[in-house]
């Protein structure tokens, strides 16, 4: 703040040691920056951005992805399959398993 005002870092402290102004105009100043660009960003969300909700949904609310995935595999057997492989076995004498 001090160098983008013109002053050194202990002229800055200096100033806003001897007037409380001055801090609270910095404060101000930086709330005010704060508000824009999250102004910016709710509008480019709004708009359809990706980035700009996940930014919002990440920061803003905590969101994160999901680090995993879950897979659910399963083999569906006919019925007729089944006892067909059954008798295969059985005339054939054969053990599967």
């Not at 969300?45 to 909700?53: F, I, L, R």
């Not at 609310?61 to 057997?77: L, N, P």
Request: aromatic content about 4%; overall charge negative; charged content about 25%.
């Amino acid at each position: 703040m001090a160098l983008a005002s013109g002053m050194l870092p202990l002229e800055y402290r200096q100033l806003c040691q001897f007037d409380p102004l001055a801090e609270l105009a910095a404060q101000k100043g930086k709330a005010d920056s704060e508000l824009r660009a999250a102004q910016r960003l709710n509008e480019a969300s709004e708009q359809g951005d990706a980035k700009a909700s996940l930014a919002i949904l990440q920061h803003v609310h905590g969101w994160t992805a999901r680090q995993e995935i879950s897979v659910d595999v399963y083999q569906k057997i006919s019925v007729i399959t089944a006892l067909e492989q059954a008798r295969a076995r059985v005339i054939e004498g054969t053990v599967v398993g």
